[in-house]
């Protein structure tokens, strides 16, 4: 081509990477692979027989409305019946606070889009979600970070971060991915009462909280930040924003998710997703709408917890048995990922190189830090492979781990 | 709610505005209004029975894969099937040029996203159309104009327009939406040979080319750059970004457009948008590739072509009844939309509010107009409505500007 288009990218493109977990996902797909790398559901649990009536009843019922253009808000039956089932785990808002999105990853960029400027700063997790990263890299953001540990967010170093003004935090308390630790109720809050004493708000991040696979479902941030601002539990402070999806209880490739805000907010991100997509599928919405209703998506998540917390017990069961003592790893209560830290002197890409060769993947945990550090952690998907394949792929990395430990046992010290 | 979103939205929001094409499709649901507003197919051409019987298929043979994630690029048997199909019009590519979006409207967002800096400045046509004024608001973007007339952008204004150093032109040069004119092949070489002489690339935006209904098909700005660059017809010169849809030819429900560029520059708009939604609906892509292929696609748009041009016929046939004289419209040879100039002193959004008193909408010109200006126009949608409502629509409006003529022509002369 002639250079008329080069040189003519926005300057937001320089912050614009391929994202890695994306990359990998295509070296994974070789069949002889097992892969802890994407973040895939497993597709055994997708109810295909309950989407083909879907189809058929909703092209039957509603025949041409179904493929027609339709609001940028969203179906609103699928809206009702979401505020009637987050209002069982204490969110009580109505369809009006609740704008349908094409993916969870779309109400990270239509937030990026309505809030940042370029040099905000944003308060997030480190490790965090690279879908979020790359959403607001886009909107030429700063990231202000806390570390995590077993109990979640470090909120012992809240308080510092939020000193330097950030717009928003951004918070994925339940199952989290990359790191598969769930913040305490304690930290949950502290984390409200530290946010309203610096007058923050909250994006509240929570695509697996329906897969909890032991112990008690946590009130969510906005539950309790709702308390809080002593308000009575049915009525909504509007404080912190709640994103969450089908993605991981129906299916990711329907590219349907939700954000639950306050109405002035569902209207500006109205606004910004007129400009983005003009609304999400009609289609798609009407048939998750036909496929969950009646109760099907509570039994179904019931089944789909069955079938990873067995994959979690036999990932965990493997890296007992097969990992080096050196190397540490979260324990999950829920959710889709587990998180390895290595010795300080592995780095986890050259180990990935070395993996591969033993056919198995899994994403370097660098990705996930804002800040470039990381280079020795790990983030273990368990929801894609059978349990004989995650104890074999377990096995085969806990080898690549053992030499590469020997090898760098051996070389000359590093300066 | 506490304050605490509330100022916090970023600067890019001020030119955020609810889409009066959007607004007003709320206002026009009910029945008995008949409505010229939106941009709607006609319900009566989607192949509802094709789809049910495309979903059957797709979850048969391709089960969980098509619930499952999948990459960024898009379904390759569609985009193959797009190249295959693009290239019996003389635009030659292959699948590697072509990623699949959320509609064309999201084309316009990651192109927006890659290019615009705030304050860069973008040449678009005068009216032009309204998502694409929406998705380059949010990057902050100054136009600069050239007029419209019957043949078309006025190529007589680009040359001064070029010389402020756009970043790239916009172009809608079949069956404008919302003028409803067609840039002539002469214009054409004019267009390409300016851009090349400024070097500035051209933005192609080709939602209703297969939609004609008389006269021949005239060759893409992709086409004629070729030829132009003295490549030889089969190369891609990549000066010109092509957009186009299946919104118009099978369903804009189901939200899949397309962009055709330089391969440099797709994978740039992958990156942006696996920040933006990740992938688009792997289960549309699937079962738009199953209903379009085999020749279905050119079968179903020659009988939209069918009902198009009746509906067309009817509201030219209409117009001539019932308009007074001193109204003027656009005679489009094929698309969706007819425009409508209206004397100098009448303002079509005053039309409006006694039109819907009549029961019959449509969208007021302004909005279509980045300088604002555009007061005495309005766009006419003629695919939505069957023959007689057209009828019956257009008398009523003839009815309403008549009063309105003579209402204007009593009263006192503003100021």
Not at 27 to 35: A, C, K, M, W, Y
Not at 121 to 143: C, D, F, I, R, S
Not at 193 to 211: M, N
Request: glycine share 8%; charged share 25%; with cysteine.
């Amino acid at each position: 081509m002639k250079v008329l288009w080069t040189k003519r990218y926005a300057q937001r493109t320089q912050r614009m990477h391929s994202s890695a977990v994306r990359e990998l996902l295509k070296v994974t797909e070789q069949p002889d692979v097992i892969s802890f790398a994407g973040g895939l559901p497993a597709p055994e649990v997708f109810p295909v027989k309950e989407f083909q009536e879907a189809c058929q009843k909703v092209l039957n019922e509603h025949g041409p409305k179904a493929l027609q253009y339709s609001t940028t808000e969203g179906y609103r039956p699928l809206r009702e019946m979401i505020a009637r089932h987050t209002a069982r785990y204490g969110i009580v808002v109505d369809a009006d606070h609740i704008l349908i999105t094409s993916g969870s990853q779309q109400a990270l960029d239509l937030i990026g889009k309505i809030f940042i400027n370029p040099g905000d700063h944003v308060l997030v997790e480190k490790p965090t979600y690279l879908g979020a990263l790359q959403a607001w890299n886009a909107y030429q953001v700063e990231y202000v970070t806390v570390g995590l540990d077993d109990d979640g967010m470090r909120t012992d170093e809240l308080e510092e971060a939020l000193r330097s003004g950030p717009k928003f935090i951004y918070a994925l308390p339940n199952f989290h991915n990359p790191a598969g630790v769930t913040l305490t109720l304690e930290r949950r809050r502290q984390l409200i009462q530290l946010a309203d004493h610096y007058g923050v708000p909250i994006i509240e991040d929570d695509p697996y909280g329906q897969l909890r696979y032991e112990g008690e479902h946590l009130p969510s941030l906005v539950m309790l930040d709702n308390q809080y601002q002593a308000h009575n539990g049915a009525s909504y402070s509007g404080n912190v924003i709640y994103l969450s999806t089908f993605s991981k209880t129906l299916a990711p490739g329907l590219r349907l998710g939700w954000v639950i805000a306050p109405k002035e907010i569902i209207q500006k991100l109205v606004q910004a997703k007129q400009g983005t997509d003009l609304h999400t599928s009609t289609f798609n919405q009407m048939v998750a709408y036909e496929v969950a209703r009646g109760g099907f998506l509570d039994r179904h998540v019931r089944s789909i917890r069955a079938v990873y917390s067995e994959r979690r017990d036999a990932m965990l069961r493997a890296l007992e048995r097969y990992f080096p003592p050196e190397v540490h790893w979260t324990r999950p209560q829920g959710g889709l990922f587990l998180w390895v830290v290595l010795p300080e002197h592995l780095d986890a890409a050259q180990v990935l190189q070395e993996a591969v060769k033993e056919r198995v993947a899994f994403v370097p945990g660098r990705a996930f830090y804002p800040d470039g550090t990381g280079h020795n952690t790990m983030r273990l998907n368990f929801s894609n492979a059978a349990p004989e394949k995650i104890e074999e792929g377990i096995k085969r990395l806990g080898r690549v781990l053992k030499e590469t430990l020997s090898s760098v046992a051996l070389s000359p010290v590093k300066s």
